[in-house]
Every structure is written in structure tokens, then in C-alpha cells.
């Protein structure tokens, strides 16, 4: 893809917290107020978001530190297969914070108790979960899905 607004997949390092969106309007959503994550890691410390477009190659937030756009990392491609268990990790941590908080739902919600897990290739499962999460697209009238909330209640619980 090589498009760092192409769709992209932001997976916190512990497999606890994502979000897919835009590369560019990914980046601007995640603060740290919204992820329990300081962004501001500093030159040489690691990033705590990885990011990944549909054909698994990593993209790195430049200037380091800051986050202000995504590069391409290298050629190198993360093959699919484990890019899709991280995303089942980070879903599977969502089922057991939802199930822990009872009441959880303050924003209306789907009549359903499981969290989607999508299926197929890592591009249908990032568009998937995209259309999940909305929200990350302006102009963002309300604080997105019930998924959406979920994933940041999830990203900053001690589960």
C-alpha cells in the first residue's frame, strides 16, 4: 500500500487496545488521555502503538516521539496470520472486560454481548472492524460505536 492514510491497524504492544482508521486521523485520535498510553516516549524508547497497513508492513510515527505523520518502517512484511491473532488477543481482552463490567453500555449499544470477531484476510478484517469502530472519521458527532468505547474502556483497564 505505501498510503499512510491508507486504513491501518493500531495495536497497543500488550495486545490490550486498538483501533483502525486512517493513518493520518489514527494518529490524531490517539492520545494519551484516551489510550492510559503516554505517547511522549521519547527519542530511542519504543513506541507503545505498533501500526500496519492491509499487507502487514509497519509504519513508524516520525519524528519519534511525537507522532506528527507515519513512515513506512522497511520492507519487511509481518505476515498476516500474526497480525490477525494480535487483533483476536486485543477482541478476546475486550470480551473479558466487557463481561467484568456490568452496566457497561452507557452509550447505546448493539442487543448483543459478544464482541465481533471478523474473519478473513487481514484487509477484510481491518475494513470489518473499521465499520465496527467508527469514530475515527470526522466529523465525529458523538464519541463513536459502543465498540469504540469498549476498545478505550478495554485499553485502560487493569484486566
Known sequence: MRDADA??????????????GPGGIALAHLREEETGVPLDYGEGARDPFDFFDGDGVRWLREPPGTG????????????PRFLLDRIDAVLAHMQVVLNETPGFGSVPGPPMVRV???????PEVMVRLDEL?????PPQPDKGSFFHMLAHLAGTAHT
Open 133 to 137: 469502530f467508527r469514530g475515527l472519521r
Open 68 to 79: 506528527l505523520r507515519l513512515v513506512p518502517a522497511d520492507a519487511e512484511v509481518t505476515p
Open 7 to 20: 486504513l491501518m491497524l493500531a495495536i497497543r504492544d500488550d495486545n490490550r487496545f486498538l483501533h483502525v
Open 116 to 122: 465481533p470477531r471478523p474473519e478473513g484476510t487481514l
